[in-house]
């Protein structure tokens, strides 16, 4: 991730950017990309290095002079549907799957326009790619899907919402995926689901509240209060140890 972040920003101010930041070069990007089959080990570091580009260029129109013509761009070639697709083949190499999730968190985080947010949010691709069943005891696959999923959280309104939450089918994949993991080993992962359910509770929308509370009012919260219990025996026992009280001693 550093590795874009040094190119978008370490040299901003360099001509040469003019050349590698332009749309030219993000249509050349697009051609590669349409030639790489991404089950092929020997294509997969060409592969990694053109999402990254295309990363860069994206995030690079959106930060400087807000060159709408990039992201435009990749709205008309359905380059989101690909990457999509992509992550969703199980042949796929990590470093590739990887890229791609650090990508689309980059670009949810980055974007400035509404009309690009909501072509993100839209055609079901991101609740396609929430759904998507990865290798959870791989941990740092693992770490840059709930930082996706805490970046799509961070972007809800009363507005996006309605791009996450279908009322007619019941199905909330973003809050019903994340809350999963409540209570994963990894202290990380479970502050970024913390997060992620604290942006969903305060969205003002009654349909979504409503299937928050009916879904979670006899797994999540149930699992929360037990966890609540557990924290404030401990606390109490680690008190009563540390002024000399037995932990069976009243106080």
């Not at 400035?112 to 005891?137: A, C, E, G, K, M």
């Amino acid at each position: 991730m550093a590795g874009i972040w040094g190119g978008i920003w370490g040299g901003s101010g360099d001509k040469s950017n003019k050349a590698v930041y332009s749309l030219e070069h993000l249509q050349h990007l697009h051609n590669r990309l349409q030639h790489i089959k991404d089950a092929d080990e020997s294509q997969r570091e060409t592969l990694v290095e053109v999402i990254r580009q295309i990363t860069e260029a994206l995030i690079w129109g959106e930060q400087n002079n807000h060159d709408h013509n990039f992201f435009d761009f990749f709205c008309e070639k359905k380059i989101l549907a690909h990457f999509v697709a992509v992550l969703g083949r199980p042949l796929v190499q990590k470093t590739v799957k990887v890229q791609l999730l650090q990508t689309l968190s980059m670009l949810v985080q980055n974007i400035r326009r509404d009309t690009s947010l909501y072509y993100l949010f839209s055609n079901n691709y991101v609740n396609q790619l929430i759904s998507t069943q990865f290798d959870w005891n791989d941990e740092e696959i693992l770490s840059y899907y709930i930082s996706f999923l805490k970046s799509l959280a961070m972007r809800l309104t009363g507005e996006t919402v309605k791009f996450f939450f279908n009322d007619t089918h019941h199905q909330f994949p973003l809050y019903v995926e994340g809350v999963r993991f409540f209570s994963h080993r990894d202290v990380m992962v479970r502050a970024a689901v913390r997060t992620l359910t604290l942006k969903v509770y305060g969205v003002k929308d009654e349909n979504m509240r409503r299937f928050v509370l009916e879904r979670s009012s006899h797994t999540y919260f149930v699992h929360v209060a037990c966890y609540l219990r557990e924290l404030w025996t401990r606390i109490d026992t680690a008190a009563r140890l540390a002024v000399g009280n037995g932990p069976e001693q009243n106080s």
